[in-house]
């Protein structure tokens, strides 16, 4: 019934653009040619910035997503991945989005990466029912990584003393300024165990037979090219976003980038502080890219 509905708009749609002066015919004939949409999931992925938010994030992506299915005369949507990662809790609620639309909608996923889908960008990858990459891209990474720095003996040389009161006896652990602790890091062992293995589960659920290494090898955290990355299953095939659209829906297919909308007034304001923002947090995302060569 809703189909029937949504035809007879846009049947009506039509016949009211087809009486316009001039433009009338091309307009009605462009409104009935397929479309695919497609969402950007570019950038690392969380909150990123203290002053201008940025980073993928859900709150952020759930407008554009749900605007991307909902385009008239949709044939698919196109996932445009060039992320490093970052948040795995971000990654699995995009994903899970992406994929909770997709089979309301019946409308299928094709994931594009560009020069990097690694970690939590692989994950988002993941949400294509496809996943197309150029020979070069950067693939893989699954597993979960926690780095800092220790600085207990700079403070014993410079003569400070570190002072912690807490309320619970694990309260402060991981504490950068005392030395490791071998029941603590054995916590954060336990932790990144449990997110590894929520990552292996999503992989295995969407490539299944399609992965075609043993799982010591996939699971590694190891990263590979695009071209090696089919080999193991990781994708699908070599391909780029227009030329693999106009493959599967006709030269003639009408490709709609959607994105996230902003006032005048907030475009405004984020252009005045951004290069104070960036200034904060470009150590952090430059070593998440640098990681890959990027």
């Given at each position: 019934m809703?189909d029937y509905?949504a ?6 749609m039509k016949g009211?653009?087809?009486?316009l002066?001039?433009?009338g ?8 040619l397929?479309r695919v949409a497609?969402?950007?999931l570019?950038?690392v992925?969380g909150?990123?910035?203290?002053i ?5 994030t859900?709150?952020d992506l759930a407008?554009p ?6 385009t008239?005369?949709l044939?698919?949507?196109a ?7 970052g ?13 909770a639309?997709s ?5 299928p996923?094709?994931?594009f ?5 690694a ?11 496809e996943i197309?990459?150029d ?7 699954i597993?979960?990584v ?17 002072r ?8 402060a652990i991981?504490d ?9 890091i054995?916590h954060l062992?336990?932790l990144?165990a ?23 090898v996939?699971f590694?955290?190891e ?6 990355a089919?080999e ?6 070599i ?8 493959e ?6 009408r ?6 909308r902003?006032g005048w007034?907030?475009?405004r304001?984020n252009?005045?502080?951004a ?13 998440l890219w ?5």
């Amino acid at each position: 019934m809703r189909d029937y509905m949504a035809a007879m708009t846009d049947s009506k749609m039509k016949g009211f653009v087809r009486r316009l002066p001039w433009i009338g015919e091309k307009l009605a004939a462009k409104m009935g040619l397929p479309r695919v949409a497609v969402l950007r999931l570019s950038g690392v992925i969380g909150r990123t910035g203290v002053i201008r938010k940025g980073g993928l994030t859900l709150e952020d992506l759930a407008d554009p997503i749900e605007r991307a299915f909902k385009t008239p005369h949709l044939s698919a949507v196109a996932l445009a991945v060039n992320s490093p990662g970052g948040s795995p809790v971000q990654s699995a609620q995009i994903a899970r989005r992406i994929r909770a639309l997709s089979e309301e909608n019946d409308v299928p996923v094709i994931a594009f990466c560009e020069d990097v889908a690694a970690s939590g960008g692989y994950w988002l990858a993941c949400a294509g029912d496809e996943i197309y990459v150029d020979g070069a891209s950067i693939i893989g990474s699954i597993g979960v990584v926690s780095a800092g720095f220790g600085f207990p003996e700079l403070l014993e040389k410079i003569g400070v003393e570190r002072r912690v009161h807490t309320s619970g006896d694990k309260k402060a652990i991981l504490d950068p300024f005392r030395p490791e602790d071998p029941d603590e890091i054995a916590h954060l062992k336990e932790l990144q165990a449990d997110i590894h293995e929520q990552f292996k589960e999503y992989v295995r659920s969407r490539r299944g037979e399609r992965l075609n290494a043993d799982e010591a090898v996939v699971f590694s955290g190891e990263f590979w090219t695009g071209h090696r990355a089919k080999e193991l299953g990781l994708v699908d095939e070599i391909g780029d976003l227009r030329s693999v659209m106009r493959e599967k829906f006709g030269e003639k297919v009408r490709l709609q980038v959607v994105g996230e909308r902003k006032g005048w007034l907030q475009k405004r304001f984020n252009l005045q502080i951004a290069w104070a923002d960036e200034l904060l947090d470009a150590v952090e995302m430059r070593a998440l890219w640098g990681r890959y060569g990027l």
